[in-house]
């Protein structure tokens, strides 16, 4: 595989991944790249599971407790909502409230509401609320802005 890193001063980050099969290796890179790559454990019911971020519609904390929700399970995880939002930063998750924070390629529609809040209506049908307070950093990140410097 050739790898090529050009430093442009000003220039805004940019990735592409040109390949003419897709191969295993091409597909690993296109998923470190996507952040597919983050796996969280945690439990639901009384075993252990091991959950791909990717996966995740959003994760909520609720009386210090924090739980990872997806299609199909809720997984209770052993990290705080604050720990979590380090780690998930930079792969496309987003702050929505004190207590919440979703994936933003999980969003289906996005309605504005009254004192700059937004209801987000993710995959599954959720409704989610982003508060005023993170509406404006949601609004700069569909925009093509990054996380959080």
Do not use: W
Request: glycine share 6%; with cysteine.
């Amino acid at each position: 595989m050739k790898l090529t890193i050009n430093q442009i001063k000003g220039a805004e980050p940019q990735v592409s991944v040109t390949y003419d099969e897709m191969t295993p290796e091409v597909e690993r890179v296109i998923d470190l790249l996507k952040g597919n790559h983050l796996r969280l454990t945690g439990k639901s019911g009384d075993e252990t599971v091991v959950i791909s971020a990717a996966t995740i519609l959003y994760i909520e904390s609720v009386d210090d407790k924090t739980f990872a929700y997806t299609s199909d399970k809720v997984v209770q995880l052993k990290y705080s909502l604050a720990a979590l939002t380090e780690m998930l930063n930079d792969i496309r998750f987003f702050r929505c409230s004190k207590s919440m924070i979703l994936n933003i390629d999980k969003i289906e529609r996005l309605k504005s509401l009254p004192s700059n809040r937004i209801d987000a209506t993710m995959k599954g049908g959720e409704h989610i609320l982003i508060t005023r307070t993170y509406a404006t950093e949601l609004r700069r990140r569909l925009q093509g802005g990054r996380g959080h410097e």
